[in-house]
């Protein structure tokens, strides 16, 4: 959609680490609620009371007391003038990175195309069928388990949203354009375990188009099509999760850490990581360090 990008929502949703946020929201009758926006970030909306008009990719979609909304990565939603009858709502919004990154099966065949808008659930998931396919049960546990805090929350808070997933896929009616999903996977597979074995030194893109029996141009295309960032992109991301565990759970030097996953430029695998993490491969080092203590 032209003009897209202004109703860009730049909000950060809980942390880099734990890129998940728990909001609670009343809406008074008559109020010009929540101003059209998207984001990269997941949404679950529960209607606790109340009911309202939403705009969803600027169609209407009326909502009420039981029912949930779910927006993918992307879908414009907001709720315009008038359009709220004292509403109350609990929602999540969490960035798709906790559920993976793309690199194991669920990510593509899931996660991923769900991200990328390959697969369409409704976005208002009515009120009969989110208590029978067990989604608001899992809503609920997610937001006590988040509230709540207690020792291993954010394990219990990242397995209640796969649940969530998977009973989207199971329960709720959605569209999937499987044949070339199957093809798509296939190619993609070979190429993510391809990076898995090689990440360790150079890796060029005529490399990985090679699997696929693509032009560079095409693959490149392929690839951000589907993996929702470019293949370098990727590899990078790969890179960075490996070098993440190494800076946490060893003491190597961040000069060796960077050479161990195939950075030889050390100014570049520093850029690199802070775009990730949002610190210094060092600053990192120090928050894990302090939260195990």
Known sequence: MEQKEEYLEKTNHGSPLFPIEYYHCLYPAGLSALPVHWHEEFEITYIRKGSCTYLVDLEA???????????????????PEGQVR??????????PHMLGTGKDVCGVKYVGPARAGEVRFPAVIKKDAVESSGLAEVF???KKSFLGKGEGYELESEALLYQFFYLLYKYVPHKRITSENE????????????IKENYQRQVTVSELAGICHFSEY????????????????YLNQYRMEIAAGKLAESSQSVTDVALDTGFQNISYFNRVFKKSYHMTPTQYRASMQDISE
């Open 86 to 95: 004292e509403l109350e709502t609990d929602s999540f919004v969490f960035h």
């Open 218 to 233: 095409y693959f490149m295309r392929f690839f951000k099509k589907y993996m929702n960032m470019t293949c370098i992109e």
């Open 140 to 142: 609920e546990k997610l």
């Open 61 to 79: 979609c009326h909502a009420g007391e039981g029912d949930l909304l779910f927006f993918a990565s992307g879908m414009l939603h907001g709720i």
């Open 183 to 194: 093809e798509v996977l296939e190619k993609l597979k070979n190429v993510i375990r391809y």
